[in-house]
C-alpha cells in the first residue's frame, strides 16, 4: 500500500478530530477503534519492510513532498521505514490502544479532551521515530510537549503543575538549543553539499564532512537536548516528578516510547552527523550512562513509593542504552535498539499494573499494601513475570538487551574500561534487588487490611491489555533472532557510515557520497542531486 | 523636486494609495455621522467595512512590483502592500473585537472609530514611507490618535495617567526622532530614503550622518517599546481599553517595523548598525521575558511580552540580511495574529470593570473548562507566543532566528532560544490557571461572571487560531516576503 507511513503517522490525527465531535461513550470506543487500525495498519509495514534491501539511499515506504518552504529552504516533509524505527514505531501503534484501555475508568473528567490529546500524542511521536527531514523531526518532536503537557497537568496527581511546567521547560530549553544547533548544521551544509540552499535532509546531512571544531558544540547542542528527554544523569530530576503525576495512561506513553525520542535522536542523529565529536565525547556519555545506570537502581530501592521506583528505575535502564549507543559496536547498538523496545514493554507493563492497583486502592505507597498474592492472584502473576522481564532474567525479553550491550561495550575500542562496564553489570543485580524487595513487600506478607483483602483480580479488559505486552516479552526472551535480524543490517549501515567519514580529513573532503557499499570522496564537478 | 506634473500624476498617485485615502476619508464621514447621530452602530459598522475593503484591495497586490507614488513620497508594490496588510488585518480584527468589548464597559462611543481610522491611516503612512518627513507625519498621525485612545475611559483615573504617560513620553522620543531627520539631512542633504542610501554610497558616512541615525534608532526604539525604551509599555497597555490594547501592540509596531526595516534597507550600511541592533534584541528578549514573570496581571504580563517579542523581531533585522528582514516581516504578521488573540480573550474574560487593571490571572482558575471556546483558542495563542510548532509563532521564530544564525550571531540565537524557554514559563503560567487550577486552590475570589461571547467575537478568535495553525505548518509566505528585498525590486523603484 502506498502512502502507508504517512497513514501510520496521521490516522490517530485524523482520530482526533473524530474524538473531538464524539459524545459519552463514543469518544473511547472512537480513540480504541482509530488506535487499533493503527496498529493493524502498522502490521502493513512490518509486512512491506524487508530488512535486506538497503536504506543506505532512501528509507524504504518513503514519502516525500518537496517545496515544503520553497525553494529557497530545502526543508520537506520526509518519512521512511529503516531498521532503527520500524520497531518503535510498532511499539508505538501497539502502546495506542493498550493505553486507551487503560484509561478506560481511570479518566474521570474530560473525556473528549483527553483521548484527542492522546490521539494527538501518538501522532507526533509516531512522527519523530518516521521523520528523515531534522526539521520536520524537531516539529514532531515538539508536538509531543504539547499533549504530554495537558495529560500531566489535567489528569495527574496532587502535584501535577509543577511536574507538568517542569517536564516542558527542561525539555524545552534543550530542545529550543538543538534547534539553534540545527539551522547552524542546516546552513553549514546547505553551503557544503548543496548549492547554498539550507538543507535539513538526512542524507545530505550525513553525507557532510565538518570539522571536529564544528562537530563538537553542534554535537552538544545535539546530545543535550536528547540527554535531557532520555533522561541522562544528571538531567534526570524531571523524569520522577512527571511519572508520579502522571496519570497511568501518560506514564505508559511516557515510559514506553517518549524517553526513546531521546536514545533514538541520539542513534539517528548525533552519531552519523557527528562521528568525530561522538567519539570524542564517548567516554563522557559512557560515565554518565553508568553513573546513571547505579544511581537510578540505588534510589529505586529507597523509593516507598511504587511509582516513583519504577520511574527511577528507567533512569537505570536508560542508562544501558545510552551505553550502547556510544560503545561503537555493532552488538552494543543493536542490543540498545532492542533495549529501547524492551524497556517500552517491560516499564510500560509495570506502569500499568502500579496504575491498576492505585485505581482500586488509591495509593502508591507500597506500606499500604502487602500480602496481595493471596487476594490478586492474577494480578500478582502478572506482576512477577513483569518485575523478572525488567530485572533481566535469562528466556525474558529484559535480558537480551542487556546481554548484548553489556557484552559490545565491553569489548568497544572506544569505552576500553573493563571495569567501567563491570560497574554497569552491576546494575542488572541492583535491578533484581529493588524490583523483588518491592514484590516482597506489596504482594508478600500477610494481608492486613480489608481494602487489600477483597481487592478484585483483574478485569476482562485489564486483562486483554496485559496479555500482549506478556507474550511479547516471552517472545522476545526465547526468540529475539526476529527482532534481532530487523535492524540488524541498519546498524551495521549505521556503523559503516561513521567508520566511512572518519577515513577521511573533513578539511578536505567536506563532501561525500554513497558508492554502494562505501561513502567515498565525491568529486568536485559532480552536480549536487536535488531530491 | 519637480511638481509641473503634479496634477497630471495625481489620479495614478491616489489610486496607488487608495486603501489610505478611502479610510481617511471613512474617517471623516464617521466623525460627521457622529456629530448628528450620537454612538450609532452604524459607524463601527461602516469602519468595519471600510477596513475589510482596504485589506481586499492590499491583499491582491502583495506580490505587485515595487514602486513610488508622491513623488518618491510613499512606496508602493509588494513590500507596501504586505505591511498595510498586516496594519489592515490588526486594525479590523481589533475593531470587531472592540464593538462588544466597549459596549459592556459602556464606553462605545463613535469617535473610537473615527480614531482608529485615522491611527491606522498614520500607520500605514508610516510602514510604507519612502521619505522621512513621510515617516514623521505617518508617525505623529499614528502617535496622536494612539494618545487619544488611550485615555478613551475618559472617567477613569487609571486610564487618564496611562495616555498622559504615553503622550509626554512619546512626545520626548519624538523630539529625537525628529532631531535625527534634520542631522541626517544635514549630513546627506536629503530626505529621501534612496537619496540618503546614494549619498552614503557615494560620499561615504560621518559623524553627523551616525549621530541622526543614532537619534533616529531612539526614536524607532521607543515606538516598538524595545529595551530601555520600553518604560512606557506596561502602563500604557495595562490603562487602554483591552482590546485597544491589543490594536496597539500589533499595527503599531508592524509600523513602527516596517518604517525601520525600510530605512535600514534603503540608507544605512547594515554593518555600521548590527552590533547596536544585537545588543538592544538581547536584552530586550531578556529584560522582556524575565519582567512578564513577575507579573499576576494578564494585560500588564502581556505588556512585558510583547517587549520580548520586539526583541526577537530585532534579531531579524540585526542578520542585516534580506533573509533577516523577511523574517521580521513574517513574524510581524504571525505576531499581530497572536496578540490580537491573546487580547480578545483577556477582553472577553474581563470582569473587574475597571479594564481589567485589577484582574489578576489567578481569578480565571478553570475557566477554560467553563468556556472551551475561549480556553482552547488560548491554548494556541499562548504555545504560538511560547514558539511551540505547529503554531505560526515557531516559524516566526525559525524566520528571524535562522538568518542571524546564517551571519554568524549564533550568541544571539542562543541567547534568544533561552528566553524563549523563559517565556514558555509564563505563558503556560495562563493555562495552568485556564485548566489545571480549581477554584479553592487559588488564594483569590474566582470569576464568576457568565462571560458572554459573541459571534463576531468568537469568530475573530477562531480566524486568528486558524490563522496561526495554516501559516505554521504552511510557510511558504515566507518566499514572498524574501522576493520583496531581491535586487530586482530595488532596482525597479525610480
Redesign the interface.
Given at each position: 500500500m502506498s502512502n502507508i507511513t504517512s497513514i501510520v503517522i496521521f490516522l490517530p490525527l485524523a482520530g482526533a478530530i473524530l474524538t473531538m465531535l464524539s459524545r459519552g461513550n463514543a469518544i473511547k470506543w472512537t480513540a480504541l477503534v482509530v488506535t487499533c487500525v493503527t496498529f493493524l495498519a502498522s502490521l502493513l509495514i512490518l509486512n512491506g519492510f524487508d530488512p535486506a534491501v538497503s536504506t543506505a539511499t532512501s528509507p524504504q515506504m518513503a514519502d516525500l513532498i518537496d517545496g515544503?518552504?520553497?525553494?529557497?529552504?530545502d526543508i520537506k516533509y520526509f518519512v521512511g521505514i529503516d531498521g532503527l524505527n520500524i520497531l518503535l514505531i510498532l511499539l508505538t501503534t501497539l502502546l495506542g490502544p493498550i493505553v486507551v484501555l487503560s484509561s478506560w475508568t481511570y479518566i474521570g473528567k474530560?473525556h473528549r479532551a483527553y483521548y484527542t490529546l492522546l490521539l494527538i500524542l501518538q501522532t507526533g511521536v509516531t512522527g519523530v521515530f518516521a521523520s528523515y527531514d531534522i526539521f520536520l523531526f524537531?516539529?514532531f518532536f515538539?508536538?509531543t510537549?504539547?499533549p504530554m503537557?495537558?495529560i500531566i497537568?489535567?489528569w495527574g496527581g496532587e502535584d501535577?503543575?509543577y511536574a507538568?511546567?517542569k517536564f516542558?521547560?527542561y525539555t524545552?530549553?534543550g530542545s529550543?538549543?538543538m534547534?539553534?544547533a540545527l539551522?547552524?548544521l542546516g546552513?553549514m551544509a546547505g553551503d557544503a553539499v548543496n548549492g547554498g540552499v539550507?538543507t535539513t535532509d538526512w542524507y545530505k546531512l550525513v553525507s557532510f564532512n565538518m570539522p571536529l571544531e564544528q562537530q563538537s558544540w553542534l554535537f552538544l547542542l545535539f546530545a543535550l537536548a536528547f540527554a535531557i528527554k532520555v533522561p541522562l544523569f544528571p538531567l534526570h530530576t524531571w523524569l520522577p516528578d512527571a511519572h508520579v503525576q502522571a496519570p497511568t495512561g501518560g506514564s505508559v506513553i511516557l515510559a514506553g516510547v517518549l524517553l526513546k525520542m531521546g536514545t533514538y535522536g541520539l542513534v539517528k542523529f548525533c552519531l552519523p552527523f557527528f562521528p568525530d565529536a561522538a567519539r570524542e565525547y564517548a567516554m563522557m556519555f559512557a560515565v554518565l550512562a553508568v553513573i546513571g545506570i547505579v544511581y537510578g537502581a540505588l534510589v529505586s530501592r529507597a523509593q516507598t513509593d511504587a511509582k516513583k521506583l519504577v520511574a527511577y528505575s528507567s533512569v537505570s535502564h536508560l542508562g544501558f542504552v545510552v551505553l550502547g549507543i556510544f560503545a561503537f559496536t555493532t552488538e552494543a547498538l543493536q542490543g540498545a535498539v532492542i533495549q529501547m523496545i524492551n524497556h517500552g514493554i517491560s516499564t510500560g507493563a509495570l506502569f500499568l499494573i502500579v496504575g491498576m492497583l492505585y485505581e482500586r486502592r488509591h495509593t502508591r505507597e507500597m506500606s499500604d499494601y502487602g500480602g496481595l498474592a493471596k487476594s490478586v492472584p492474577v494480578l500478582t502473576f502478572f506482576m512477577i513475570f513483569t518485575v523478572l522481564a525488567s530485572a533481566g532474567l535469562p528466556g525474558l525479553n529484559g535480558f537480551v538487551g542487556e546481554f548484548m550491550i553489556l557484552m559490545g561495550s565491553f569489548k568497544s575500542t572506544v569505552i576500553g574500561s573493563p571495569l567501567l562496564i563491570a560497574f554497569a553489570t552491576s546494575g542488572v543485580i541492583l535491578a533484581a534487588v529493588y524490583l523483588l524487595w518491592m514484590v516482597h513487600r506489596m504482594f508478600w506478607g500477610q494481608l492486613e487490611s480489608d481494602e487489600n483483602r477483597f481487592m478484585p483480580d483483574l478485569n476482562a479488559r485489564e486483562l486483554a491489555l496485559l496479555a500482549p505486552l506478556v507474550i511479547l516479552m516471552v517472545w522476545m526472551g526465547f526468540g529475539p533472532k526476529p527482532f534481532l535480524d530487523l535492524s540488524e543490517p541498519a546498524t551495521t549501515h549505521l556503523l559503516q557510515i561513521i567508520e566511512d567519514k572518519q577515513a577521511y580529513d573533513p578539511a578536505e573532503v567536506p563532501r561525500l557520497v554513497y558508492d554502494g557499499t562505501h561513502f567515498v570522496p565525491a568529486a568536485a564537478e559532480e552536480p549536487i542531486a536535488l531530491r | 523636486m519637480d511638481l509641473t506634473n503634479a496634477y497630471a500624476n495625481l489620479p495614478a498617485d491616489l489610486l496607488a494609495s487608495a486603501p489610505m485615502v478611502l479610510l481617511a476619508i471613512l474617517g471623516l464621514v464617521a466623525v460627521v455621522i457622529d456629530s448628528f447621530s450620537n454612538d450609532t452602530p452604524w459607524v463601527p459598522r461602516l469602519a468595519g467595512i471600510g477596513l475589510g475593503l482596504a485589506f481586499v484591495w492590499e491583499l491582491t497586490r502583495i506580490a505587485d512590483p515595487a514602486g513610488t507614488a508622491f513623488y518618491g513620497m510613499i512606496r508602493t508594490g509588494g513590500y507596501a502592500s504586505f505591511v498595510n496588510m498586516i496594519i489592515l488585518l490588526g486594525a479590523g480584527l481589533s475593531v470587531e473585537l472592540c464593538g462588544p468589548y466597549l459596549s459592556r464597559i459602556k464606553h462605545n462611543y463613535g469617535e473610537v472609530y473615527a480614531i482608529v481610522l485615522f491611527a491606522t491611516v498614520g500607520m500605514m503612512l508610516l510602514g510604507t514611507a519612502n521619505n522621512l518627513v513621510a515617516v514623521f507625519v505617518g508617525l505623529e498621525t499614528m502617535s496622536i490618535s494612539l494618545y487619544i485612545l488611550t485615555g478613551l475611559v475618559r472617567d477613569d483615573e487609571g486610564a487618564i495617567e496611562s495616555a498622559l504617560k504615553y503622550f509626554l513620553l512619546g512626545a520626548f522620543a519624538t523630539g529625537f526622532f525628529l532631531y535625527g531627520i534634520a542631522l541626517i539631512y544635514g549630513a546627506t542633504g536629503s530626505f529621501d530614503l534612496m537619496e540618503i542610501g546614494a549619498a552614503v554610497a557615494a560620499n561615504g558616512t560621518s559623524v553627523l550622518f551616525w549621530a541622526g541615525v543614532g537619534l533616529l534608532l531612539v526614536g524607532f526604539f521607543f515606538k516598538v517599546s524595545a529595551v530601555p525604551f520600553h518604560m512606557w509599555t506596561p502602563d500604557v497597555y495595562q490603562g487602554a481599553p483591552t482590546t485597544i490594547t491589543g490594536f496597539m501592540s500589533t499595527a503599531s509596531k508592524t509600523a513602527g517595523f516596517a518604517s525601520l526595516i525600510l530605512v535600514l534597507y534603503t540608507a544605512v550600511p547594515a554593518a555600521g548598525v548590527t552590533q547596536v541592533l544585537a545588543i538592544v534584541a538581547l536584552i530586550t528578549m531578556v529584560l522582556g521575558n524575565i519582567l512578564a514573570i513577575a507579573q499576576t496581571n494578564v494585560k500588564r504580563m502581556l505588556a512585558y511580552s510583547s517587549v520580548a517579542h520586539a526583541g526577537y523581531v530585532l534579531v531579524g533585522l540585526a542578520a542585516g540580511t534580506p533573509e533577516g528582514y523577511s523574517g521580521a516581516l513574517y513574524y510581524m504578521l504571525i505576531y499581530t495574529l497572536m496578540n490580537i488573540g491573546a487580547f480578545g480573550v483577556i477582553a472577553l474574560l474581563e470582569w473587574d470593570e475597571k479594564g481589567g487593571r485589577e484582574q489578576t490571572l489567578d481569578s480565571l482558575a478553570g475557566i477554560g473548562?467553563r468556556k472551551p471556546l475561549l480556553g482552547w483558542t488560548m491554548?494556541v495563542f499562548m504555545?504560538s507566543l511560547s514558539?511551540?510548532?505547529?503554531f505560526g509563532g515557531?516559524m516566526g521564530k525559525?524566520a528571524v532566528?535562522?538568518p542571524a544564525?546564517?551571519s554568524g550571531l549564533?550568541w544571539l540565537?542562543?541567547c534568544g532560544?533561552?528566553a524563549?524557554?523563559i517565556s514558555?514559563?509564563y505563558y503556560?503560567?495562563v493555562?495552568?490557571v485556564f485548566?489545571?487550577?480549581t477554584e479553592d486552590e487559588v488564594r483569590v475570589p474566582v470569576a464568576t461572571g457568565a462571560f458572554p461571547v459573541p459571534m463576531t467575537s468568537a469568530a475573530v478568535l477562531v480566524v486568528c487560531a486558524a490563522a496561526l495553525v495554516v501559516l505554521g505548518v504552511?510557510?511558504?509566505l515566507?518566499?514572498l516576503t524574501?522576493s520583496y528585498f531581491s535586487a530586482a525590486s530595488v532596482a525597479a523603484l525610480p
Open positions: 515544503w518552504f520553497g525553494d529557497r529552504l474530560n524537531y516539529i515538539e508536538l510537549l504539547i503537557y495537558f497537568g489535567i501535577r503543575v507538568a511546567v516542558v521547560l524545552l530549553v529550543l538549543l534547534l539553534v539551522l547552524a546552513y539550507f | 473548562h491554548v504555545f514558539g511551540f510548532p505547529p515557531f525559525v532566528f535562522g544564525i546564517d549564533i540565537a542562543i532560544v533561552l524563549s524557554a514558555a514559563y503556560l503560567r493555562l495552568v485548566f489545571m487550577k504552511y510557510p511558504q515566507l518566499e524574501e
